[in-house]
Structure formats: C-alpha cells, structure tokens
C-alpha cells in the first residue's frame, strides 16, 4: 500500500536549521509531484513547497521563499525540505503529500500523505 513516512522534525531555536525527509512506496514515486505542507495548531493546512515529479523545477509559498529548499531523489524514493533561518512561526506540523502538478498549492489537489512531523522552533 502506499506508505509516505517523514522524519528529521524536532525543536530548533529561532535561526536553526532542519532538513525533513520524506519516504515513499507503494506507488510510481518518480511520476508524481510531491510537495510539503504544514499545519499549526488552530489554523488551515497550507502549502509549504513543491518539487516536479523530475525533480526539474520547484515551487515555494511567500513565506519560506529564500529560506526552504525542497528537493528530490527518485532513486531512494525520498523528497527532501531543507529549511534555514527558521522562525517561531515555522512551528508545525509538516506534511508530505503527492500530486500532479507542482503548481498545485491547494491540499486537496494531492492524493496521498505522510503523518506528519513536528517541528517546534523557539524564540
């Protein structure tokens, strides 16, 4: 069955660093855009980024431009979120998700999901 399994969240200080991983099976990883979202507590789920199924071009949300960088590797089935210059405000839960379009931001365009890993950032 398709399985979508994060790791790499934890507690980091405003400023830090984190890289998340994202595992994919159970399905054709490298046809699929897979993308990075995350929800805090009270509020909707939003889109974080997104990577092209090739890995070719990638997409960011307003608020982590410059910060974050999503990236991919289809041979280990694995989609990455390097984020920088973390802020208190990062703090969430993060999700990985697979789409169709790496354009795609709305959560409901993305077909299958991960559980989720928290990251906490303290000011």
């Known amino acids: 069955q398709v399985q979508l399994v994060e790791s790499g969240g934890g507690l980091v200080q405003a400023g830090g660093s984190l890289r998340l991983s994202c595992a994919a099976s159970g399905y054709a990883f490298s046809s699929y855009a897979m993308g990075w979202f995350r929800q805090a507590p009270g509020k909707e789920r939003e889109f974080v980024a997104a990577v092209k199924f090739n890995g070719v071009s990638t997409s960011y949300a307003d608020s982590v431009q410059g910060r974050v960088t999503i990236s991919r590797d289809n041979n280990q089935k694995t989609v990455y979120l390097q984020m920088n210059s973390l802020k208190p405000e990062d703090t969430a839960v993060y999700y990985c998700?697979?789409?169709?379009?790496?354009?795609?931001?709305?959560?409901?365009?993305?077909?299958?999901w991960g559980q989720g890993t928290q990251v906490t950032v303290s000011s």
């Open positions: 998700a697979a789409g169709y379009f790496y354009t795609d931001q709305d959560p409901r365009d993305y077909d299958y």
